[in-house]
């Protein structure tokens, strides 16, 4: 079995910055990539990036690329989503969620579980 809790969200300014984190445990979880999604109010869930077990290959969204880095911390088995540069459209409950795959990819229902997501809110 495995547990996501991802944590962090909060209201910033646009420009501003926030770090998600996501504490993983579970018996399932070595070889598989970890992902970050996001959903804003009326839309799909949307792929954010994905960032393999070695923490050595990442992939992200072009709309987050640059601005977005997926980080692990391999101690801890955390993974973390820092954000710079928020603008108002990133606004969105933010998920974890781990790969079925030891390759991630960029489609949800690619992953088998997820956290309870964490709301993040850019004011304008």
């Known amino acids: 079995q495995v547990q996501l809790a991802d944590s962090g969200g909060g209201l910033v300014q646009a420009g501003g910055s926030l770090r998600l984190a996501c504490a993983a445990s579970g018996r399932s979880l070595s070889g598989y990539s970890m992902g970050w999604f996001r959903q804003a109010p009326g839309k799909e869930r949307e792929f954010v990036g994905v960032i393999s077990w070695n923490g050595g290959n990442t992939l992200y969204a072009d709309s987050v690329k640059g601005r977005f880095t997926i980080s692990k911390d391999p101690a801890k088995i955390m993974f973390y989503l820092q954000m710079n540069s928020l603008t108002p459209e990133d606004t969105a409950v933010y998920y974890c969620?781990?790969?079925?795959?030891?390759?991630?990819?960029?489609?949800?229902?690619?992953?088998?579980?997820w956290g309870q997501g964490t709301q993040v809110t850019v004011s304008s």
């Open positions: 969620a781990k790969s079925k795959y030891y390759a991630g990819t960029i489609y949800p229902g690619d992953y088998d579980y």
